[in-house]
Nanobody, 126 residues
Framework: QVQLVESGGGLVQAGGSLRLSCALSGRTFSTTTMGWFRQAPGKEREFVAAIAWVGSNIYYADSVKGRFTISRDNAKNTAYLQMNSVKPEDTAVYYC???????WGDGCSTLRYTYWGQGTQVTVSS
């Protein structure tokens, strides 16, 4: 049974930093594409970032490019989302997603991820 467990959410002031973690169990992490999505109140879920498992291909949404960094540690079966210079509009529930497929470029944002975590709340105060 595949499980994704997010952690690291919380309350942060605008301009601050936060690091989210996503631990994967139940499948081989090194051959799994990992993604982050978020959903703000009253809005649809949106893609944030993804890191593929071949060549660690990385893709970001324009709204977070230059501020957020996605990474993975295959030895720890964990993906990370480092969030810097956060803004109030980054407030959302952040979800980790995983899929066995590889992706390239914006294909990572439209990939139909198979596995999802339960989400972690990030609140940015102004």
């Amino acid at each position: 049974q595949v499980q994704l467990v997010e952690s690291g959410g919380g309350l942060v002031q605008a301009g601050g930093s936060l690091r989210l973690s996503c631990a994967l169990s139940g499948r081989t992490f090194s051959t799994t594409t990992m993604g982050w999505f978020r959903q703000a109140p009253g809005k649809e879920r949106e893609f944030v970032a993804a890191i593929a498992w071949v060549g660690s291909n990385i893709y970001y949404a324009d709204s977070v490019k230059g501020r957020f960094t996605i990474s993975r540690d295959n030895a720890k079966n964990t993906a990370y989302l480092q969030m810097n210079s956060v803004k109030p509009e980054d407030t959302a529930v952040y979800y980790c997603a995983a899929d066995p497929a590889h992706c390239w470029g914006d294909g990572c944002s439209t990939l139909r991820y198979t596995y999802w975590g339960q989400g972690t709340q990030v609140t940015v105060s102004s």
